[in-house]
């Protein structure tokens, strides 16, 4: 019996953003959210990681191959948010807040029906080099 | 001699884009980056000062004052805020890295104490671009 590997690949996008919860008022916002709630938007570098586990394939001995797992995020996430407002030029965030928690959950839900059901999938977001966040956890 | 570096972080929203063109034409020039809703980056900022060091305390400038004093005087005006809109020392002006860079030694060398020399600022705008300045023409 073969043994589970995970495979990981690694992407990076460029995108502006603001954490804001328009029920709030700015007041409310600038107290949870500090300056990530500036109203001229920031951003960041995000650095992706996309781990797909399961047991290696009989004839290829892959997981996943990692060219076609590549092109995939590019197909799906980079082209959604690179160099984006995430706040103003996504879908996906119209209503949601960008936090890197919500963004991670977003391309899992964007990757997953792509990726074969025998696999698991785990996303890894860095926001900064120093925060980052993972799901599901 | 002996250079130090104390290296400071920000992230910030920008675009590039020339008001004196036509849409076409700054997106043709810029491409993805001249976005009109913006995106962002992590900026890592490395500023390189040079002396030798003082024969009481051993240091060329106290690395910690050197840090509040790059915080004080460029990362407080830089860091969750847009590049083209919020940072007076930018205003008017394209914000490449490169002009930033040239933005940013402008405003820390002349708040540099009596006998501290900048040498030289690296800013790094993705894992795969960064320029140095050395000051001058």
Request: aromatic content about 10%; charged content about 30%; hydrophobic content about 35%.
């Amino acid at each position: 019996m073969s043994k589970r590997v995970a495979v990981i690949r690694k992407e990076q996008f460029n995108a502006a953003h603001r954490l804001f919860n328009p029920a709030w008022d700015d007041a409310k916002n600038t107290e949870v959210f500090g300056k990530c709630a500036l109203p001229n938007y920031h951003g960041h570098n995000y650095d992706l990681e996309v781990r797909v586990t399961g047991k290696p394939d009989k004839n290829t001995g892959y997981v996943m191959d990692l060219k076609e797992l590549s092109d995939l995020i590019k197909q799906e996430i980079i082209n959604r948010f690179d160099h984006k407002n995430l706040n103003l030029d996504t879908e996906e965030f119209k209503e949601l807040n960008p936090t890197a928690e919500n963004i991670a959950v977003a391309i899992y839900d964007l990757l997953r029906p792509h990726i074969n059901k025998k696999r698991d999938l785990m996303i890894r977001l860095y926001e900064t080099p120093r925060n980052y966040v993972e799901y599901p956890a | 001699m002996v250079y130090l570096t104390r290296i400071e972080h920000f992230n910030a929203a920008h675009k590039l884009y020339n008001p004196n063109w036509s849409k076409e034409k700054n997106d043709e020039v810029f491409g993805k980056c001249a976005n009109e809703n913006w995106h962002g980056h992590n900026f890592e900022l490395f500023v390189t000062i040079k002396g030798d060091p003082d024969p009481d305390t051993g240091f060329v400038y106290d690395a910690k004052k050197l840090g509040a004093l790059v915080n004080e005087k460029v990362v407080d005006k830089l860091d969750h805020r847009n590049l083209n809109v919020d940072v007076d020392f930018m205003r008017g002006k394209l914000c490449s890295i490169e002009n930033l860079v040239i933005g940013i030694w402008n405003e820390l060398q002349p708040n540099l104490p009596a006998g501290v020399q900048l040498h030289c600022l690296k800013l790094i705008e993705t894992s795969k671009i960064y320029v140095e300045y050395y000051g001058g023409k």
